[in-house]
Each structure stands twice: as C-alpha cells, then as structure tokens.
Nanobody
C-alpha cells in the first residue's frame, strides 16, 4: 500500500507561481511512476504531468508544457509540481497519483492522494 499526501495549494494571482508537493509513504513508495492530475468543478479529472520512478523521463499535457515542471526526490519520497505563469484556467483540485509506469491515462494509476486546491485569480 502507498499513501499519498499533497500540499502547497492556495490562492495566487494570474502570472504567479506555486509549488505542489506530494509525499508518499509505504515501503516501495519511491519505486512508482508518479502523475499529477487536476479536476475543475463540473469537469473530468485531467492529466497534467508524469515522471518515471527514476526521474529520468517526464511527460506533460500540452496545456502546461513550458510552464509546469515535475520533479522528484526519492530520498524524501516526494514529488513536486512547480507551476509558473499560472492562469485562471489552471484553477482546480490537483491530485497526485502513483502507478507502475509513466502514463497520461488516469486509470493506469493505483494510488491517489486527497487533492489540494489551487485557485488562480484574474
């Protein structure tokens, strides 16, 4: 079993930055690929970014490419999402997830955190 806890969400003005963290616990937490997804009110939960368990490969949704950066520190069992140049359309609950391999598909992930709210004001 892997438990995931997100933190770092909040309210920020358009153009600002936030860094989300996702700390995993469990014996093999740092051996999973990790993904970030987001869900705005009334919408599907969409892929944002993913990283392989080594950190050597990353993948981004087109909507965040060049603005968001995913990284991980396996010694701390933590994955980060650095979000720059934020836009009002980035407003959503952000979830981290753990799965066997890097994939943008939601149902490929086995474990999910509880989510953290990100609100970007215009």
């Amino acid at each position: 079993q892997v438990q995931l806890v997100e933190s770092g969400g909040g309210l920020v003005q358009a153009g600002g930055s936030l860094r989300l963290s996702c700390e995993g616990s469990g014996r093999t937490a740092n051996r999973y690929a990790m993904g970030w997804f987001r869900q705005a009110p009334g919408k599907e939960r969409d892929f944002v970014a993913a990283i392989s368990w080594t950190g050597g490969s990353t993948y981004y949704a087109d909507s965040v490419k060049g603005r968001f950066t995913i990284s991980r520190d396996n010694a701390k069992n933590t994955v980060y999402l650095q979000m720059n140049s934020l836009k009002p359309e980035d407003t959503a609950v952000y979830y981290c997830a753990a799965g066997p391999y890097l994939d943008p598909t939601r149902n490929k992930y086995d474990y999910w955190g509880q989510g953290t709210q990100v609100t970007v004001s215009s």
